[in-house]
């Protein structure tokens, strides 16, 4: 069974950090393209960066310099270390992907990025 379970959320101030992970089962991530993607309150998603099977990585023009994605071949996990958060971060972040067609998620971790 196809799986992603996101940890690492939590509540900030505006210049802090945080890692976030997004563990997989089912699949294997490195097969794969793996997306970050975000949605605040009252807005619709956001894709925030992305990861392709050889390793190459893209990223939202709001995020760049300040965020890194990456993954743990060994782990099957992706990551997203995000650094110099803004209030404007703010979001409910979650992982994403697409196998044979279908999209799969996982359920989200909560950042909060105040003073």
């Known amino acids: 069974e196809v799986q992603l379970v996101e940890s690492g959320g939590g509540m900030v101030q505006p210049g802090g950090s945080l890692r976030l992970s997004c563990a997989a089962s089912?699949?294997?991530?490195?097969?794969?393209?793996m997306t970050w993607a975000r949605q605040a309150p009252g807005k619709g998603p956001e894709w925030v960066s992305s990861i392709n099977i050889g390793g190459g990585t893209n990223y939202h023009n709001s995020v760049k310099g300040r965020f890194t994605i990456s993954r743990d071949d060994a782990k099957n996990t992706l990551y997203l270390q995000m650094n110099s958060l803004k209030l404007e971060d703010t979001a409910l972040y979650y992982c994403q992907t697409q196998i044979q067609g279908t999209v799969r998620r996982g359920q989200g971790t909560q950042v909060t990025v105040g003073p």
């Open positions: 089912g699949f294997t991530v490195s097969n794969y393209y």
